[in-house]
Structure formats: C-alpha cells, structure tokens
C-alpha cells in the first residue's frame, strides 16, 4: 500500500477532475457507498479467487470472548483458518473488492428512492489482498460510471464518447476495443459448441499474447472437438476493417438469431460513430475481446493506449454491459452498462510518456521571503489581497536564512519569490524574481499581480 | 455506515472543495496515507480506548492454518479474545483512526523527500468502532490541515485565517475559541498543583455543561487541595474582554515563566488578528477550552456555530499545536500545529440552517426528451455542441413515454427540457420548457444557450 506525496496527488487529483468533469457534463451524477459491507455481500460475488482476496475486517466487542480452546475446537474443528465458518464468526465485514457489487447492493436497497435510468459515478478506492507486484496495487482508485435501468444502446454510445473525452483532455491516444457478449455466443453456437462459450473466448482472450497454435491447443484441452476448432479458424482470423468484418460476420452467423441480435446492436453503435465522429480516439471491432464475460451480456468494452512511443499493453479502462446484476440482491431484471477507468495505469501512462500539463505541478504561485516582524506584518497585508484574487501564495513562516527560504521556493516549484526589506516598504515596491530565468525585478503591486495571473 | 446519495454527494463535495481551496491558497499540499496502517503503527496511539475502538483486519493467507486448537491454547490461554497476542497474531494492521498518527508516520518515512516547514492538507475517511449513535458514525471524513517543522505563530495565525476562510465562504457564523497549553500549566503552578494539571483541565473544560459546583466536586475526587480549589476560583471564573483577561492573567501568572509564555503567543495572535481583522468570525480567549490535552503542547484551538437560529453545540472544528508529534516515530523535536474540519457537523448545521447554495443540487441543467430515432440523432449533434460549452446536458437514454421523461427530468432537478419533434427538426428550433415556471417557449440554439448560461 503507498502513500501519496504532494507531486503525486496533484497528478492523481489532475486525472481524478477530468474523469469527474466528464461525468458530470454527461449527467452522471456522484455516490459513496462505505469501505466496508457486509461479508453475505461480498462473498461469492468474484469467484474463489475473489473470496481469498478480499480483507476481512475483524468483528469489535472480542467476539470469541469467553469462549475456550477447547469450545473452538468442538465448533470449527481443529484447523480453525481452515474453517470458513470461524472465519465467518469473527469477521462479518470486508473491505470492498470493487465498486460494482457495492453499486448493486446500494441500488436494491434504495431502489424506492432512485429515479430509473440512473446515472452514477463512483470514485473511490477498493482493496484486494494480492501478491503486490509492478502495477498492482492492495489498495488503488476505480473510476465507475454505470447507467442503471436502460436498455437503450443510446447509453453505450454515450460511454464511448466519454471515454475519447477523458482521453482527448489528458491528451493521451487511444484505441477502443469493442466486442459483443452475443456474437461470441453466437459463434460459440456456429462451431456447434454453445455449452462451452466461456472455455472458447477464454482461449481466444489470450490470442495476441500466445499465439495461434496456442490457442488451438487450449481449446483441444477443454475439450473441444476438431471439426469445431476448425470452424472456428476463420472466424478468429477475421481481418479487414470493421465493416469487412461485420459482413463476414453476417454471413457466418445467418443461422444463429443471438449472433445475429449481436451484429445488430454493434452496427447501431458503429454507425453512430460514422455520423458523429470521435475527437481523438480510435476504435475497432474485437473478436477476440472477452472480458468479464461471465458478467457482461452485451457490449464490452475495452481502451488500450494507441502511442507508439510506449509498449504499455495493459489496459487503461473496461466495460460493457450486463443484464441482471441486481438479481442476486433480490431485484431482477435490471439491465446496465458501465465502464470503469484504471486511474493507476493511466497516471503511468501519462508520466511515461510525460503528458501532464506543466502546471500541474506548481501549487503555490509565489513566496513572500520573511525579514522579521516589521516586514512580516506589512507583507501579510498584500498576501491578503492576492490570495483574494484566488492566487495561492504564502510567506515563509519565519525570518530563516536566505538561503533556507529560497531553498523551500525550489523545492516547491514556487515560480515567483517577493523580496520585501526596509527599501522596498518605504517605496511601496516589490523586489520581483522570477525563480525560472533568475531575474528580478522591482515592480509595483499591479505589475506583481500581473506577472501572476 | 452510510451510503451517500447524489444528492447528499453534490453537498458533501461542496464542503470539501471549499476547504480544499482554502487550504490550496494558503500554500497546503495534499497527501494521502492508505487506509491500512501496521498495528504497531497504530496500537497506543489513541488511549486504551482509541485501542478498542480500532478496525482490525484479518492478514490473509490463513495465519492460523495448519494450528490446531489445542496448540491455540497452549500458546494464547484458553480465552482467545482476550489475549491480545491472539488478536495481534491474526490481525497485523488495521483501519485508521485519525489522520494525524498516519501523517506523523508519512513525516518520519519520507523526512528525507520532505522540505521542512511542511504544509500538507489531507481529506480522508477515518474508521472507529464506535456503537453508532446521532452525529457519531464508524466511518467518517476528516478534513485536516498542518504545518510541520515550523515554530513559528504566524502558521497559528494563518490557520485561524483560513477557518474564517472557509466559514465565511459556507456562510456559517462561527466562534473561534483560543486557548493556551501553557497557560493552563501556569495556572496548575499558580495554585500549587503542577502535577495535576490534566485532571484540573478536564474538570473545569466541563464548566459549561455541569456548572461550577460540579466542577468543584470533580476536583476534589481528583484530590487537588482545597487551597487550589479557593485559588481557581478567580481565574476560571474569569469576566470580561479578551484584553481585560489577558491583562488579569499577567498578575496571576506573574511567577510563572511558562505561564507568561503562554500568554505572549497568545498576545501575539490577538495583536495580528486586530490589525488584519478576519472577514466574519468571531473569536475569544476562552480559559476553558482544553481539548486534547494529552497531546498539545501550545495552542488549543476549537470553533463552535455562532447562530441563533440553532442550539447546535458541537464543535465543527478542532486543532492545536504539538511539540513532538513524529517523537513517537524516531523523529524527536520536529514541532506541528494543525486544525481539522468536522465535515459531517458542518454538514449538518448547512443543513439545518438551509444554508447550502440552491444550484448546488442541479447537477444537469438540460435534458432533451427522446422521441425515437431520427430526433435522437438530431438531438445528439446539439447535445455534442452544448457539452463543448461545458454545460451539462442529457438526451433521454429511451423514447419512452412523455411522463416518464419528465419525471425523470423532475427527480433529477433538471431546470430546463429540450422537446424536439419533427417540426422543430423542420423549422430548426427547440421547445425549450422552463421546469421551474412551467413556460415553455420556441428559440432558436443561440436562446438557448444564452437561457442555459
């Protein structure tokens, strides 16, 4: 788990403010929900491997007070973290996992009080007890933004616009990759394999990375028969662009009404971003994209960065659609389609390849040197009026050598410093230097303010 | 613990970036810490009960496996819970309980990137296992601000700036409380009780609530003589203007060097505060005040709600100054001074006295009503043009029926609907109906734009 020092922040608050202005323009609208829920909420909802990850928070008031060795042992057995059910006793709550089943919990229970479709956003960290390693982080920051309520592909589209937004402001090119949960069902049902949909896409997920034959062989592992496997070759090796594509695809899946549903609803979403172009984002049909698929049943969604100037692969943001996330809290039916933004790898991103703005960077924009009390208490009159002017300035706390008051101007990043002794009070002038060329300057207090604005 | 709503969110966020960008303008940089600290970080911190009150979490990876309860037994006793080796030996960190125990531990860590004084704000929630009651929750924002490294008063008086800052920007009057450590160990000197100056603090800090004679009755049970009981009397019944019990105190303290002391810095904030005056706060030397005592080794500051129209008690800020705050991490001697808003109560009191800004709740200021394809793809294109004017605006995800949208539009406070059928598409205008009037009127985009700005 890391701390986060002033540079830091300021770049993450930067990331933070573009995702948020977005949001908000789109009419997404904020929510909270708390660090911990409950374990029935949590539990289940990520697959085995989820449950051993998620934080168990111990239970207050000494839940096994007064109880014996010797009861435990009758109760759980002698292996007692091997038994779930102590785990359970003295642990009812864990940290979030992630913000969507917390969402789906927050919808079911104030469902009374939201007006459908509804539109959040969720900014918050979540925590997950994996191995730390490059990238991977105990606790890190998910971006959410789902629409609940709405089947309309109206919703996808909007998203997508959102995503080339946020990218178009933080001046980072992407590549949006965009797939469909039925057409994979779809050519899951054209190979004659339509019980084995999660083994194929899981296999074909990992094409770029392990190579064709590869794939092959995975799929031959789970069992998948080789009059299927070859079915299946021309359709993963698909090329073209994305209209070639969607007619090959057309003419493959002629017989398969959910394949065909699929093609429908990406060529809604595609011809849309024919009319109204994106600003700076790229983005394609992915066959072979199949994240989260036993979640999403429709669109997904995922952003690569598209600059040849890193090899970053990792994925900046995923998403797509689900229909039913609120059945397993009691209220079924309730289709959505969200997207979430990896906060982390888009700030390495963004450093790697050195976008953020200059001034991000500088907080304070100039530094009174303090002398003593005479000159103290006259630059704390101007400090006054230029911070009314809602510029952030400050003066050093007290009369410290020269040298140690410049110094906390450099480490800083202060641009400017105001150097005001005895002759610049009686001249009611400034002693202006500018910390980036060196120079200085004797200025009045309209010429300062200029300088800073 | 609470979920936050939008419209409890817009609020809530409200408060934090206004303090946020007081604390920006004065020079304070943000950090964060994680929400997980080692145990020993936090164990001993907070008081025996502070302990108690702790959020335990359980380390993964089963660190009881492979243990069998009898060799629980042997090691631990036979009443697990109430052996804190067991306890430590399952749960090796924990939630925060503060920000200020994590901040000092981020001092000593990073002392050697740190340039000294050390501004740093930090808004974060804090967990405490609390049994939930009003105005009490188990998890909760703090909203914290200190300097470090730095003996200065001016950073005292800076800080008492930006407390006006802020409520004068909320609109909330408020009561600035001073006091001074040493002008309490002055007063234990002067009636003879030196070693007892945290019982004779506690005590009389219960004046307001309890009344003198209870407060008498309190420190005779703590033992403090009846001699010292007769010479408190004067000086916590202590009349008059700032200046008249500042002017009393120098006699009563007259041999008391750490008593003077006292009263010096707080000679010197009232002094600055007269000749630059704050912009709505009122302040008061209040002898009373004794908050944190364990803790502050110079000024004690705590800000009370200063309006008639609310019996509200609570303090909605505190905050001191601490001598060896990081001594307790291998840092000694590194002097701090702080204050931290109480989020939730100011969110209360804005509550109550209907004092949040009426536009804080419009979160999106158009919506155009869907009525089917060919008007959505219109609308899309004004909608793409309106956003880039940074004006949040949203197209009904559906066409569904006109109630629905409106109500939605309704629920959401949107103050303005777009109605475009084909005759608007035709004659290119927009319906544009006023949800707050009721009127609704045809113009063209450049009226629109103008009635939305």
């Known amino acids: 788990m890391r701390d986060f020092s002033p540079s830091e922040m300021v770049k993450r608050q930067y990331i933070f403010e573009t995702i948020k202005k977005v949001y908000n323009r789109f009419g997404y609208q904020p929510i909270e929900t708390p660090a911990m829920e409950n374990t029935e909420t949590l539990l289940g909802k990520y697959g085995d491997e989820g449950d051993k990850l998620l934080f168990r928070v111990l239970d207050n008031g000494n839940p096994l007070n007064q109880i014996t060795s010797a009861e435990l042992a009758a109760r759980f057995g002698a292996s007692l973290f091997d038994s779930a059910a102590f785990v359970n006793h003295i642990s009812g709550k864990g940290l979030r996992y992630d913000l969507t089943v917390p969402f789906a919990r927050y919808v079911v229970m104030h469902q009374n009080d939201i007006t459908f479709p509804f539109k959040r956003y969720q900014i918050q960290p979540v925590w997950r007890a994996d191995r730390p390693q490059k990238g991977r982080y105990r606790e890190f920051y998910q971006c959410d933004a789902d629409v609940i309520g709405s089947n309309s592909l109206l919703n996808e589209f909007e998203l997508i616009q959102m995503i080339d937004e946020v990218f ?8 949006i990759q965009l797939n469909n949960r039925k057409i994979l069902q779809g050519i899951a049902e054209y190979i004659g394999e339509t019980e084995k949909i999660i083994e194929i896409t899981v296999a074909i997920d990992k094409l770029d990375k392990i190579g ?5 062989n995975e799929l ?5 028969s080789e009059t299927a496997i070859e079915k299946l070759q021309p359709v993963i090796q698909l090329k073209g662009t994305t209209t070639e594509k969607i007619n090959a695809l057309k003419n493959i899946l002629a017989q398969s009404p959910v394949g065909l549903k699929g093609i429908e609803e990406l060529t809604y979403i595609f011809d849309l971003l024919q009319q109204l172009p994106l600003q700076s984002a790229q983005y394609e049909l992915e ?4 994240r989260g698929l036993n979640y999403y049943t429709g669109a997904i969604i995922e952003v690569k960065v598209n600059d040849l100037r890193t090899d ?5 943001l995923g998403g797509g659609r689900y229909d039913d996330l609120t059945g397993i809290f009691g209220l079924p039916n ?3 389609v969200g997207i979430s933004f990896g906060a982390d790898r888009i700030y390495d991103v963004l450093n790697a390849l050195n976008l953020f703005p200059e001034n991000v960077a500088a907080t304070t924009k100039l530094l009174f040197v303090n002398f003593g009390s005479n000159e103290e208490k006259y ?4 400090l006054g009026k230029i911070r009314k002017l809602g ?8 009369a410290a050598k020269m040298k140690k008051q410049m110094g906390y101007a450099d480490a800083k990043k202060i641009p400017f410093v105001a150097i005001i002794g005895d002759e610049e009070i009686k001249s009611q002038t400034i002693t202006l230097k500018n910390m980036t060329t060196g120079m200085q300057d004797k200025v009045d207090f309209e010429t300062l303010v200029q300088q800073l604005s």
């Open 287 to 290: 066959l072979t994209l199949a």
């Open 391 to 398: 510029i952030t300035a400050e003066l050093f706390p007290e």
């Open 312 to 316: 970053f692969s990792s994925s900046v």
């Open 220 to 224: 031959r592992s789970k069992g998948i």
């Open 212 to 216: 064709l034959d590869q794939v092959n």
């Open 168 to 175: 178009t402001a933080l001046g980072l090119k992407v590549l």
């Open 379 to 382: 630059c704390l009159q101007l």
């Open 334 to 336: 309730v289709s959505g």
